[in-house]
DNA sequence: AATCCATGCAACCGCATGTTT
DNA sequence: AAAACATGCGGTTGCATGGAT
């Protein structure tokens, strides 16, 4: 990386504020003609000339010139989505955006911090942040509107029963624990969620039935239940190691038999209530990055 | 018509982390 | 190893807008 000589004072100099629709363009110009690649941030403001600092451009590109964003409100499927993962990954907006093609981490923030606190905070649920694993009675989120405990458990059935294919955390078949919004990626409506993903992906590598889908992901992601969701006496058989061991160890690339790893200490026939899976899976999670631990 | 208030969103700020010198 | 700098992230702020009074 080439040092530049941003001084402070020339910080002080830089404009502030709203961007015109003349310094979008000139951004817009200059990325169209080198790309994201074409220089550090700070050299993209003198090259376009734009009295903006580096960091300045970088964010007005990134979250609003951007060819590839998709703007507009959330689609049901999008917010529950959201919902699951953050359930999971809490405010890592980021991590969250990577698994929403088209939508920048600020839009997700922003879209978390209005509508589903609100929402949270209207109804009498527990806060998404303190989730309370061993208190089986709750149903968080119940009465918030977000999504029925029937359909979530309905959903968790789809990860934990052998019949069905174990699908990971972020396939957009997998993450409709909530509302009646089962995805049909059929309609006009549904399939306009998908903006961002390859068009040449198949209904099932959409669905999340394909490796396509945990390569799109990257290596640091995996299944993690989220805890405060799960009606945690439910039962689960383990019926097929195979699925078992998938379901585990979805941060493994390679999912093939002989890099699967077993987590914790289950075996084939053993039959676990969740709660006790979960305490299985959270025992050894050797796996996960130290952000999750 | 004027004012107040709530809301959504764009942008800034400070900090952490990574890279280069 | 330390300093300087760039980048990325999450929290926060402030402005624009629209609805209610």
Redesign the pocket.
Known sequence: ???????EEENKKM?????SPEEDEKLKEYMFGNGENG??????SKNAGLK?????C???W???LRPDLK?G?FCPVEENLIFHLHSVLG???????AHLPGRT???I???W???IK?RLKNSSAPSITSPNASDSSSEPYKDSGIFSMQDYTNTMSMYIEPSSSMQPIASYHSVLPFDDNRVNINSEDQRSCFQGVPNCWTENEMLGNNEVIGENLGVEEQFVPPLENMNMKSNIKIQNMENYSLFNNFNNRNNNAENMQTCGKCEEGDELRLEEWVEELMRDVSFLPSTYK
């Open positions: 990386m080439m040092r530049n000589s941003t001084s404009k502030k504020g709203l961007w220089g550090c941030w700070s050299d993209v903006r600092c580096g960091k300045s970088r964010l007005r990134i979250n609003y703007r409100p405010n890592k907006w980021s991590k969250i955006a981490d600020n839009e923030k922003n879209f911090n209005s509508k609100k």
